[in-house]
T-cell receptor
Framework: RKEVEQDPGPFNVPEGATVAFNCTYSNSASQSFFWYRQDCRKEPKLLMS???SGNEDGRFTAQLNRASQYISLLIRDSKLSDSATYLC????????????FGTGTQLKVEL | DGGITQSPKYLFRKEGQNVTLSCEQN?????MYWYRQDPGQGLRLIYY???????QKGDIAEGYSVSREKKESFPLTVTSAQKNPTAFYLCASSISGTENFTFGSGTRLTVV
């Protein structure tokens, strides 16, 4: 089983739609959780951290369920510029400070 | 401006040759990392270093070597022993013990 699993997509959605991505992780000792965004042929960039209480940054909402080892990202009112691959990332759990990446979920927002 | 620089951006290598990818940071970060990305597989950790003159193998270290002689620099050598070297290579750095990772813009290596 992969340490971090995501649905690869692609998710093709119309502009203005709400889209949700899910991610599961296998190591219950994992300490920190993130969503990164990666544009085609570019490096990943931090989108947001994920906190146990859930957190929101504008149109983006992230949630963590430690009991189910499940992380989610909700994007409301999606824009064309949201088209990218979204990577679920987990840190810690016996591996020091290194990050473990999911394979990413591809989002395509269309007119 | 502080940042992390990878060079070259695109690199072509003949099969059987070693090649070294450069990674330099001026962020004063203690820790540095090398990841490899293949289509459909996400990023996988090759090597990481949390302090000068020390480094550890990641999940896919076979066929690669690194050095950390200076805090700013963490070069990665892809040796001829690496069976499938064609990939997108990403270097990252962080302050040890924090989650503030910065990535370089990557090197796309193609073996011909």
């Amino acid at each position: 089983r992969k340490e971090v699993e995501q649905d690869p997509g692609p998710f093709n959605v119309p502009e203005g739609a709400t889209v949700a991505f899910n991610c599961t992780y296998s190591n219950s000792a994992s300490q920190s959780f993130f969503w990164y965004r990666q544009d085609c042929r570019k490096e990943p960039k931090l989108l947001m951290s994920v906190y146990s209480s859930g957190n929101e940054d504008g149109r983006f909402t992230a949630q963590l369920n430690r009991a189910s080892q499940y992380i989610s990202l909700l994007i409301r009112d999606s824009k064309l510029s949201d088209s990218a691959t979204y990577l679920c990332v987990v840190r810690g759990g016996g591996g020091g400070n290194k990050l473990t990446f999911g394979t990413g979920t591809q989002l395509k927002v269309e007119l | 401006d502080g940042g992390i620089t990878q060079s070259p951006k695109y690199l072509f290598r003949k099969e059987g040759q070693n090649v070294t990818l450069s990674c330099e940071q001026n962020l004063n970060h203690d820790a540095m990392y090398w990841y490899r990305q293949d289509p459909g597989q996400g990023l996988r950790l090759i090597y990481y270093s949390q302090i000068v003159n020390d480094f550890q193998k990641g999940d896919i270290a076979e066929g690669y070597s690194v050095s950390r002689e200076k805090k700013e620099s963490f070069p990665l050598t892809v040796t001829s022993a690496q069976k499938n070297p064609t990939a997108f290579y990403l270097c990252a750095s962080s302050i040890s013990g924090t989650e503030n990772f910065t990535f370089g813009s990557g090197t796309r290596l193609t073996v011909v």
